[in-house]
């Protein structure tokens, strides 16, 4: 009774998450706004449910945080605020995954980082006027690293994984690569670029045509700094044949 109980309780903490997303979204279509403490309370609602812990809370968590980047640069571009989503983010995507997590374990994780990841591809492609040196640096430091070195983890589940496991792999590698895509180019060193390029390929070869496309959009993005950075353009090429069939 008390599970049933709990569960109840969390489909309405959800429900509730889910309509408030939807009313903030639609806070830019009100003529005279909002009044400021409402985006901030939904702030601090949204770092509350992460801190809880739980799958249903971190998607609900950045479900609110994608809601709240609809208020654009004005909102989103105060100090203290892209303060507090960058520790959000840091939270979910700084900490690196242990190795020999069991694969339950590791299906939350990956579905978990590919939400995180998403609301911060979706700040990247709806503010890029804030993606800045001082934002991508720490990024790079201290986000994609430990992120980086799941797909090394991912990878060695690939012929063992069960269908969840290879759904979750494939989302979290998604919004990984969309977010090297939506990186400046000044950004993707050879290092970064040959981190990311042979997993990429792999992809290429092993998975379907669908996730192909979100593959050959990073690697197209970053072909553009090639000729500075020594990017592998042989495996752009190679990404490029196979996904043209």
Same mark, same amino acid.
């Given at each position: 009774?008390?599970?049933?109980? @709990?569960?109840?309780?969390?489909?309405?903490?959800?429900?509730?998450?889910?309509?408030? %997303? %939807?009313?903030?979204?639609?806070?830019?279509? *009100?003529?005279?706004?909002?009044?400021?403490?409402?985006p901030?309370?939904?702030?601090?609602?949204?770092?509350?449910?992460?801190?809880?812990?739980?799958?249903?809370?971190?998607?609900?968590?950045?479900?609110?945080? $994608?809601?709240l980047?609809?208020?654009?640069?004005?909102?989103?571009?105060?100090?203290?605020?892209?303060?507090?989503?960058?520790?959000?983010?840091?939270?979910?995507?700084?900490?690196?995954?242990?190795?020999?997590?069991? @694969?339950?374990?590791?299906?939350?994780?990956? @579905?978990? @980082?590919?939400? %995180?990841?998403?609301?911060?591809?979706?700040? $990247?492609?709806?503010?890029?006027?804030?993606?800045?040196a001082?934002?991508?640096?720490?990024?790079?430091?201290?986000?994609?690293?430990?992120?980086?070195?799941?797909?090394?983890?991912?990878?060695?589940?690939?012929d063992?994984?069960?269908?969840?496991?290879?759904?979750?792999?494939?989302?979290f590698?998604?919004?990984?690569?969309?977010?090297?895509?939506?990186?400046?180019?000044?950004?993707?060193?050879?290092?970064?670029?040959?981190?990311? *390029?042979?997993?990429?390929?792999?992809?290429?070869?092993?998975?379907?045509?669908?996730? $192909?496309?979100h593959?050959?959009?990073?690697?197209?993005?970053?072909?553009?700094?090639?000729?500075?950075r020594?990017?592998?353009?042989?495996?752009?090429?190679? $990404?490029?044949?196979?996904?043209?069939?």
């Amino acid at each position: 009774a008390q599970g049933a109980a @709990r569960a109840r309780a969390l489909d309405a903490l959800c429900a509730h998450a889910h309509g408030t %997303a %939807a009313l903030v979204s639609a806070i830019g279509d *009100v003529p005279f706004g909002c009044p400021a403490e409402l985006p901030a309370a939904v702030l601090s609602s949204a770092s509350a449910l992460l801190s809880a812990g739980g799958e249903r809370r971190g998607a609900s968590c950045w479900m609110l945080v $994608c809601a709240l980047l609809t208020l654009g640069v004005d909102w989103a571009g105060h100090r203290a605020r892209l303060a507090s989503l960058y520790a959000l983010w840091r939270s979910a995507l700084g900490a690196r995954v242990p190795k020999g997590l069991a @694969r339950a374990d590791l299906e939350a994780q990956l @579905r978990a @980082r590919a939400d %995180a990841l998403r609301s911060l591809v979706t700040f $990247c492609a709806r503010l890029p006027e804030l993606v800045t040196a001082g934002f991508v640096k720490p990024l790079l430091l201290q986000l994609l690293p430990p992120n980086l070195a799941v797909l090394a983890i991912v990878r060695a589940h690939a012929d063992v994984g069960t269908p969840t496991l290879q759904a979750a792999a494939r989302a979290f590698r998604a919004q990984l690569y969309d977010l090297v895509a939506q990186l400046p180019a000044g950004a993707l060193s050879a290092r970064l670029l040959n981190a990311v *390029v042979p997993h990429a390929l792999a992809d290429v070869l092993l998975d379907s045509a669908g996730h $192909c496309a979100h593959l050959v959009r990073a690697l197209l993005g970053a072909n553009a700094a090639a000729d500075a950075r020594a990017l592998p353009v042989g495996a752009v090429g190679a $990404c490029l044949l196979y996904t043209s069939d």
